[in-house]
């Protein structure tokens, strides 16, 4: 049974940094795409950071390109996201998701929430 367990969220003030992980348990993730979203209140979810553990490219949202870093520990099945400079508008619920299947995201969290204020 995969799961996949975040924390590292609070509150924090604007310019603040924290530190996201996610341990995911019941499968080995050296070679699938994981990914950070966030849906703040009254919005859509939206896509902030992914990682392809195999190769390690990433891909960043353009809001948060310079400021957020996601990395990976495959020895701990840990992603993380390194989020720095810290907004108002960076705050949201974020759950961390992983694709095993090469498509679609199919496995998530159950989010931490962050509040920049």
């Known amino acids: 049974h995969v799961q996949l367990v975040e924390s590292g969220g609070g509150s924090v003030q604007a310019g603040g940094s924290l530190r996201l992980s996610c341990a995911a348990s019941g499968y080995t993730y050296s070679s699938y795409c994981m990914g950070w979203f966030r849906q703040a209140p009254g919005k859509e979810r939206e896509g902030v950071a992914a990682?392809?553990?195999?190769?390690?490219?990433?891909y960043y949202l353009n809001s948060v390109e310079g400021r957020f870093t996601i990395s990976h520990d495959n020895a701990k099945n840990t992603v993380y996201l390194q989020m720095n400079s810290l907004k108002s508008e960076d705050t949201a619920l974020y759950y961390c998701a992983a694709d095993t299947v090469g498509y679609q995201y199919n496995y998530w969290g159950q989010g931490t929430q962050v509040t920049v204020s």
């Open positions: 990682i392809d553990t195999g190769d390690g490219s990433t």
